[in-house]
């Protein structure tokens, strides 16, 4: 693994031990990079989830990428900081997201994708809506909170505020794939994999994004599990939801497969 800063700040801390560390209070941007053993056919930048109250850094982080690099992807997991933490503002994921933008397209071109889990996945949709020159050929994303977190979208309805009131501000900021919220749309194909019992992130967020996608065109695969628990990343996998790695896979080559050559 190597490490690239994208800010300033003192390095970021990671609490507990292998293959369970979490960053809990980020410092700055950067990225730890896990090159694919094979010649690479593409890239990933990889969002880890927690809540934007921290970063599960190993186990939707580190773990995913390694995953990754058995596909032929280098991967590149995103520590960003987050929003109210140490007076950070609003949207710093976003902000530290565009650095991430911003330096891999200083490296020699390859096809882009965005992989987040939970608050991650979140992430991951807001950088697929990004105008920015690297564009990327799809978004997978996992159980995560990407619109029903929204003040007036919220699922189950009544559920209060998030604290701090910076993170309730991005999630109001980006409700990703609500039909009337155009800024929130994605600009690439969407992979889905949600758990239907899910409490804490109810599979409204899914569908909310699918119905996006029936009156914007939007190309959106989603899969729903009925036995999966929230969190079930590449780890809790009893139930039929163990194929999901298998059919984001297939899914990821269909987009890398599809591109132009030459």
Not at 81 to 102: E, K, V
Not at 208 to 225: C, W, Y
Not at 228 to 238: K, M, P, V
Request: with cysteine; hydrophobic share 45%; net charge negative.
């Amino acid at each position: 693994m190597n490490l690239i800063a994208l800010s300033p700040d003192a390095p970021n801390v990671l609490d507990g031990d292998a293959p369970d560390r979490v960053c809990r209070q980020p410092t700055r941007a950067e990225l730890h990079t896990y090159p694919s053993p094979t010649p690479a056919r593409g890239r990933a930048l990889v969002y880890a989830g927690g809540g934007y109250l921290q970063l599960m850094h190993d186990k939707e982080g580190v773990a995913v990428a390694r995953w990754l690099n058995t596909l032929g992807l280098d991967a590149f997991v995103l520590v960003h900081r987050l929003p109210g933490q140490a007076g950070q503002p609003f949207d710093i994921a976003l902000q530290d997201g565009l650095l991430a933008l911003d330096h891999l397209a200083t490296l020699p071109p390859l096809p882009l994708l965005h992989v987040g889990l939970s608050s991650g996945g979140h992430l991951a949709g807001v950088m697929a809506c990004q105008p920015h020159a690297l564009g990327a050929v799809g978004a997978v994303i996992a159980y995560a909170p990407l619109n029903a977190n929204h003040r007036d979208y919220k699922a189950p309805a009544g559920k209060p505020d998030y604290p701090p009131p910076q993170k309730q501000a991005f999630y109001d900021a980006w409700p990703i794939g609500i039909a009337t919220e155009p800024h929130g749309l994605p600009r690439c194909p969407v992979f889905l994999a949600y758990a239907l019992h899910d409490p804490i992130v109810p599979v409204q967020h899914a569908l909310n994004l699918l119905t996006a996608a029936q009156q914007h065109g939007l190309d959106v695969e989603a899969h729903v599990f009925p036995q999966a628990e929230h969190g079930f990343a590449l780890r809790s996998l009893a139930g039929t939801h163990d194929q999901w790695p298998v059919l984001a896979a297939r899914w990821m080559d269909v987009r890398l497969e599809s591109l132009p050559t030459g």
